[in-house]
């Protein structure tokens, strides 16, 4: 447990660690300063419709709709006899626009469900009954004001896998290296025990540092997010997300949530554990954050810049980088077959994942059991 508590310290002293990662979660926020907050007026307006959209609703959001659409284009075409620029629209008009676009957005995702099912119903495949058993748990009635879990999933799915990736290589890059490189391996490589305890140390000390920056990185995505847009939301449909507009998953915002942040601690737990197996490979920590890099962020540069075959292009996104977004596990329905049986592709990155996480750490107690002092 001393071990233990000593890599621990190790690891949570260096102070470019803290400095890097407060500069990390500021800049990813920027973007932040070009909404202005959720006013009092406009969480009213929303709660009026918040609720079952019912056929009623519907009807009225459609009619009320076209009402300010002529509205504003008579508007526009009086200031331009005028020669006036400027918004034609109202700063009530214009929220009650995003929200008529809402619920119309809501309705074509549910039709364009409504259709794949119809679809289904002629097709034979292996996934089909399993692609059709998801579509039907979706369930698009509710509506509310859902900007804070619509800000908070994007942001889990583009800056906290740049902020969580960049702190895992920063930190644990030099795990071993920096040993090797003081000679401090003399005394560590003299007893296999203390091999073996080492390595257990440092992979324990690597799942709690990887535990706290994802877990602190939430904590900022929400904290920030809701001082902003207020709370509301939570319990609406993913396919109010534009990214994910096709998904098959019946989940909520808050479920759904809940899930992306799990698979990215499992993946960031996995790639901890890759970046200690490389460390305790390299005498030099400019090579291990090299390799760890790379191996991190090549493979979205090569599917995003270079033309390759589908399923090329899909093995590369069972990749870190990649999963750790999470979002491509559930912006679509994709299956892998295993011995005849459909597996949707977020149960294989979750499985994947493990299995990556255990060699590596098995790969590592195995380097250090036979490395000699040099």
């Known amino acids: 447990m001393s071990l233990l508590k000593f890599e621990i310290y190790k690891l949570f002293k260096q102070k470019m660690v803290y400095f890097t990662f ?9 973007y932040l ?44 075409e009086q200031m331009k006899e ?17 929200l008529y676009e809402s619920i119309a957005y809501i309705q074509g995702a549910k039709a364009r469900t409504d259709l794949r099912l119809e679809e289904l119903e002629e097709e034979q495949k292996d996934n089909t009954d399993l692609e059709a058993s ?41 795990s071993y290296s920096t040993e090797y490189r003081s000679g401090v391996d003399h005394y560590i490589l003299s007893s296999k025990k203390g091999r073996h305890e080492l390595a ?49 998953y019946g989940l909520s915002m808050v479920n759904y949530h809940i899930i992306q942040v799990s698979i990215h601690l499992l993946a960031a737990l996995s790639f901890a554990l890759f970046i200690l197996f490389i460390s305790s490979l390299s005498r030099n920590i400019l090579a291990s954050l090299t390799i760890s890099g790379a191996v991190f962020a090549l493979p979205f540069f090569i599917v995003e810049l ?3 075959p589908i399923w090329l292009r899909e093995a590369l996104q069972f990749t870190y980088f990649y999963i750790m977004r999470v979002e491509f596990l559930f912006s679509d329905f994709h299956t892998l077959n295993f011995f005849g049986q459909p597996v949707i592709y977020p149960l294989v990155a979750v499985i994947w994942m493990i299995v990556l996480g255990v060699l590596f750490a098995i790969l590592m107690m195995r380097v250090m059991k036979v490395r000699q002092v040099s």
Do not use: H
């Open 22 to 30: 407060i500069s990390l979660l500021i800049i990813s926020s920027l």
């Open 33 to 76: 300063l070009n909404f202005d907050r959720t006013t009092d007026s406009e969480k009213q307006l929303y709660r009026e419709w918040e609720g079952p959209l019912t056929e009623e609703k519907v009807k009225r959001s459609q009619v009320e709709n076209e009402k300010l659409t002529a509205m504003m284009e008579k508007r526009e």
């Open 82 to 98: 005028d020669r006036v620029s400027g918004n034609s629209l109202s700063e009530k008009e214009s929220i009650r626009a995003g």
């Open 134 to 174: 998801t579509l039907e748990e979706i369930d698009y009635s509710y509506f509310a004001y859902n900007k804070t879990p619509v800000e908070v999933i994007d942001y889990t799915s583009t800056f906290s896998l740049v902020v969580t990736g960049l702190m895992l290589l920063i930190g644990l890059s030099g």
């Open 200 to 248: 257990m140390a440092k992979m324990g000390a690597a799942v709690i540092f990887t535990v706290a920056i994802v877990m602190v990185g939430e904590a900022w995505n929400l904290l920030s997010k809701m001082f902003l847009f207020g709370n509301d939301g939570w319990t609406t449909t993913i396919q109010y997300a534009f990214k994910y507009y096709f998904s098959p």
């Open 306 to 308: 270079i033309q390759m």
